[in-house]
């Protein structure tokens, strides 16, 4: 396997603006009392779930003794692998694996939206890649309301919800920047996917029938609903027109889909359904390489993606809040879970006032990588009781909940954590005719109508307004773990809108704080707070019924649903390789390949 021999400034660059405000390296956080000899050959501790909870500890994770890839494809994640045995480092093959989840995964992998690639070379370095969308150069705040001023569905629903893809002008840049290969070799199993196809799983073949076949009447039904019927599983998905459309990136490179054909037939769309994106928009459009946040979390490195995504911002607050004040509380025990869902309170009521697009706003990234901001928000937790989010003046939040993650190690330990999305499941239901792929919906992550209620009667702040060329707040939270050694110990993310940072943190709390295996770390009951609404939802069977009493006890308002989150990760095995497990909530696909 060749070392990549190309580097980038942008993508090289060490964090040194946060070094005085974060807790870098392995340098202790403040307050961490807890000593924690946590590392993948350290003793793992079995958690006990409670008895109503579906799934049981001790199962196993798929084990790869030198490289792992896990999706939510498995035929994406086969890709990433056919990349890596023909001598691919993990960055060529997390950007297969990012065009096979537009073959495979078409609710949601993507060309037609954007999403956020975070990498750690085995030499130590860091780095990530920002292609998220941007909003249309004739976007303007007020868009999306009525004369009226109500919000109406244009944000989620139609042409005029898709923000400008970034999707291929950031996988063109990590691949230049830190692959090995070229775009043509790494893109081959998702042209093959698409002009041969693939069979249907039973996760696509229900993806499929979800969206009643409604894609606008714009040719997608055409693909997947042949003669009006949704494809089932065990029947073969050809997309020639995809397939053509790939082969023209892989040729051309991205300006055949920025400038090209695929341009062409992408405006063209537009006109048809009133959208707003022109060549113009997409000639403009840039990957941004950010500076990877670097903080401590009891003697480990959290590795996280800054704005304009929020997930790393808001992962760090929170556990800059939990390592405040000693050990974490046992889990599976109130006080653990009242703790946590109070520290996620106040890093979402941070997050929703805070956070938006640093090329438009002033980012106070300090509130939420200082370990003094952190202790401050934890001297307001009571542990006896619950804080009323309308005490912590703040404002919420907005996020679709159809996005993807994946994650890969190579054999050399060179590690990305990516995750990508179009937003709602299919996006803006829009399908761009003749090049054969889904747009996103993307422009409803702004704050469509700043300081009121939003459809889910949820409110942002200006920070995230509507303007053009600029970028949305996003939740994705691609994330990777090192060791109190610096070795690499776990790379996870998850899809699941405001749910992707506090599934995510939690795997993580998991493997550090209870010690947990990953297959047990991905099993444990999951919780969610994000300040508004003010409660603490939690999974069917998660809580036992003396949490419960606890919990509502202390004024908890709680809220149960029957699944949270869809992660898939990978940690550093007990005797070494890695181990995958792919999200256990979603059973239809292991999508974790190892060898
Ligand atoms: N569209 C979901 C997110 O970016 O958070």
Redesign the pocket.
């Known amino acids: 396997m060749r070392a990549s021999t190309r580097t980038s400034l942008a993508l090289l660059a060490v964090p040194t603006a946060l070094v005085g405000v974060a807790a870098c390296g392995a340098r202790p956080s403040a307050g961490a009392a807890t000593p924690t000899p946590s590392t993948a050959t350290a003793e793992r501790a079995t958690p006990s779930f409670p008895s109503g909870w579906r799934f049981k500890t001790g199962e196993v994770a798929t084990e790869g003794a030198q490289a792992m890839v896990v999706s939510n494809s498995r035929q994406a994640s086969e890709a990433g692998v056919e990349i890596l045995r023909a001598g691919g480092n993990a960055v060529d093959a997390a950007v297969a694996v990012g065009f096979a989840l537009a073959v495979t995964w078409p609710e949601a992998g993507n060309i037609g939206g954007g999403g956020f690639m975070l990498m750690r070379m085995a030499n130590g370095q860091t780095a990530a890649v920002d292609y998220?969308e941007m909003g249309p150069g004739a976007a303007s705040r007020d868009m999306y309301l009525d004369g009226n001023g109500q919000r109406t569905n244009k944000s989620t629903l139609g042409h005029l919800a898709s923000g400008v893809p970034g999707a291929v002008a950031g996988m063109a840049q990590a691949l230049r920047e830190r692959g090995t290969m070229s775009l043509a070799q790494v893109m081959a199993p998702a042209i093959r996917l698409a002009r041969d196809g693939f069979v249907v799983d039973s996760a696509l073949a229900q993806s499929i029938a979800g969206t009643r076949c409604n894609f606008l009447k714009t040719g997608g039904e055409a693909v997947f609903c042949p003669g009006g019927t949704p494809m089932a599983a065990g029947a073969r998905l050809v997309q020639a027109d995809l397939g053509r459309t790939l082969q023209a990136i892989a040729d051309m490179g991205p300006d055949a889909f920025y400038r090209g054909w695929i341009a062409d037939s992408l405006v063209a769309e537009m006109a048809r359904g009133g959208g707003i994106i022109t060549k113009a928009d997409l000639a403009a459009y840039r990957a941004e390489g950010r500076t990877v946040i670097r903080s401590a979390y009891r003697g480990h490195t959290l590795l996280t993606m800054p704005p304009v995504?929020s997930?790393g911002a808001t992962i760090t607050l929170t556990a800059n809040i939990l390592a405040a004040d000693g050990a974490a509380p046992a889990f599976g025990t109130a006080a653990w879970t009242h703790l946590l869902g109070s520290a996620y309170q106040r890093a979402f009521a941070e997050r929703n006032v805070s956070l938006g697009d640093p090329a438009f706003v002033k980012v106070p990234l300090e509130k939420f990588t200082s370990p003094d901001a952190g202790a401050r928000w934890r001297r307001g937790i009571d542990m006896a009781r619950a804080t009323p989010t309308s005490a912590l003046e703040t404002r919420t939040m907005n996020?679709?909940?159809?996005?993807t993650h994946y994650s890969v190690v190579d054999a050399m330990g060179n590690a990305v954590s990516t995750t990508t999305?179009l937003?709602g499941s299919w996006g803006a239901k829009v399908w761009v005719r003749g090049a054969g792929f889904m747009l996103n919906n993307?422009m409803d992550?702004f704050a469509t109508a700043p300081g009121k209620p939003n459809m889910f009667g949820l409110v942002e702040g200006e920070q995230n307004a509507v303007q053009p060329r600029k970028r949305?707040?996003?939740?994705?939270s691609p994330s990777i773990v090192l060791d109190p050694a610096g070795r690499l110990l776990l790379v996870v993310g998850a899809a699941g809108?405001?749910t992707?940072i506090t599934g995510t943190s939690q795997v993580i709390f998991n493997v550090i704080d209870h010690r947990m295996s990953l297959a047990d770390a991905m099993r444990a009951p999951r919780i969610h707070h994000q300040a508004l609404p003010d409660s603490l939802t939690y999974e069917d069977g998660g809580l036992s019924a003396e949490q419960l009493s606890a919990l509502t006890g202390m004024g908890h308002r709680l809220r149960r649903t029957s699944a949270l989150v869809n992660v898939n990760a990978i940690m550093r095995g007990p005797r070494g390789g890695w181990q995958g497990v792919s999200e256990p909530r979603r059973p239809l696909t292991n999508g974790a390949v190892g060898y």
């Open positions: 998220r995504s997930g996020d679709g909940d159809n996005t999305t937003n993307e992550d949305m707040l996003s939740s994705m809108g405001p992707i």
